[in-house]
């Protein structure tokens, strides 16, 4: 069962490139504001430096939003990665609760073994020491 439609992959692929654009301006912006605390350039820049990092980070994100919807290239692998993500067939409820449990019981286990191991190492070390 198949949780994304092959119909719907321009709007995907869209989502994903104005979320990735998001996220470079956002990171852009965060760089700039601790850019001004490092070097105080609240003092040495004339005029609001808030107002120039928080546009620059927004034409910036503009630009790589532009930068990859106009990229063939970009735009074909993204529209290959959806082709395959289309494929892929994700497991029930069911047995992925049973896997949990089983991977849950096992650490339970392993760690056993190991405290076991180390308590056995500790004690010989004392009788040493």
């Known amino acids: 069962m198949s949780l994304i439609k092959s119909q719907d992959g321009k709007k995907w692929i869209n989502s994903f490139i104005v979320v990735s654009s ?10 700039l504001h601790q850019i001004k605390e490092w070097f105080d350039l609240e003092s040495k820049i004339p005029f609001n430096y808030d107002f120039l990092a928080s546009g620059f980070g927004v034409v ?6 532009l930068l990859i919807q106009k ?16 494929k892929v ?6 047995s992925v609760l049973k896997v949990t449990i089983g991977i849950v019981i096992g ?3 392993v760690s056993l073994i190991l405290l ?3 308590y ?4 010989i070390l004392e009788l040493l020491y």
Do not use: Q, S
């Not at 910036?60 to 939003?65: D, I, K, S």
């Not at 990229?71 to 289309?86: C, F």
């Open 89 to 94: 067939v994700w497991p029930e409820k069911d």
């Open 60 to 65: 910036v994100g503009a630009m790589t939003f």
């Open 116 to 118: 076991g191991v180390d």
């Open 22 to 31: 998001t996220l470079v301006g956002y990171i852009l912006i965060r760089f």
């Open 120 to 123: 056995a190492c500790r004690e």
């Open 71 to 86: 990229n063939k290239t970009a735009y074909n692998h993204l529209n290959e990665v959806y082709g395959e993500l289309v």
């Open 107 to 109: 650490l339970a286990f």
